[in-house]
């Protein structure tokens, strides 16, 4: 167990709505990294949050919005959710300051009818 | 585009054998590099990292590194059915706003059969 922890497990929603998807980093970590995975792809980088502030973007449309709180706990946002949007949505918490390794939550199942 | 290559799977190797998963890269600038490994269904479980050209070894796991030729490479000694898996390689791009941003690879399957 990684002490990166995510919620909702799964969540079906349907084309137009939009989704919250939150994440918990581990102790002492001040990074998150979303990241949306398609099925038989590798994880492609959504954005990184570090002390409440973006910390760089991926090729995302602004209809994904994110936020870090705090407590460096974080949220996924996607506006206007279309078909392909269904994937498994996960982030990664780090310490910015002394690594660049990774640690991942057990994601969230979003699928987009 | 940075891009991070891996050979196409799936591999199948007898359980006992060593299996040898690779990884291409496309910019020079990369100074990070990291092997996970996902089972169906779960999320990326890091398994090793090096930064530096050379082995690093764990376990029954080696990291071997060449960055005059772009490459990466896991070994797995002793392969056992429970190492069954995909494996994703990944990419860090360090430096200015890219740090701690990785770029993976579309990941190995790989099956260790009894």
């Known amino acids: 167990e990684t002490g990166v922890t995510q919620s909702p497990t799964h969540l079906i929603k349907t084309r137009g709505q939009q989704v919250t998807l939150r994440c918990s980093s581990q102790?002492?970590?001040?990074?998150v990294s979303w990241y949306q995975q398609a099925l038989g792809q590798g994880p492609q980088f959504i954005f990184q949050?570090?002390?409440?502030?973006?910390?760089g973007r991926g090729n995302f449309p602004p209809r994904f919005s994110g936020l870090q709180f705090p407590n460096y706990s974080s949220e996924l946002n996607v506006n206007a959710l279309e078909l392909d949007d269904s994937a498994l949505y996960l982030c990664?918490?780090?310490?910015?300051?002394?690594?660049?390794?990774?640690?991942f939550g057990p994601g969230t199942r979003l699928t987009v009818l | 585009q940075k891009e991070v290559e891996q050979n196409s799977g799936p591999l199948s190797v007898p359980e006992g054998a060593i299996a040898s998963l690779n990884c291409t890269y496309s910019?020079?600038?990369?100074?990070?590099f990291f092997w996970y490994r996902q089972y169906s269904g779960k999320s990326p479980e890091l398994i090793m990292f090096?930064?530096?050209?050379g082995d690093k070894e764990d376990g029954r796991f080696t990291a071997q590194l060449n960055k005059a030729s772009q490459y990466v490479s896991l070994l797995i000694r002793d392969s056992q059915p429970s190492d069954s898996a995909t494996y994703l390689c990944?990419?860090?791009?360090?430096?200015?706003?890219?740090?701690?941003?990785?770029?993976f690879g579309q990941g190995t399957i790989l099956t260790v059969h009894p």
């Open positions: 990664a918490s780090s310490l910015l300051e002394t690594t660049d390794t990774q640690y």
């Open positions: 102790s002492g970590h001040n990074t």
């Open positions: 949050y570090y002390r409440e502030e973006e910390n």
């Open positions: 910019d020079r600038g990369s100074q990070s």
């Open positions: 090096i930064y530096s050209n």
């Open positions: 990944a990419v860090n791009y360090a430096g200015g706003t890219s740090y701690g941003k990785l770029t």
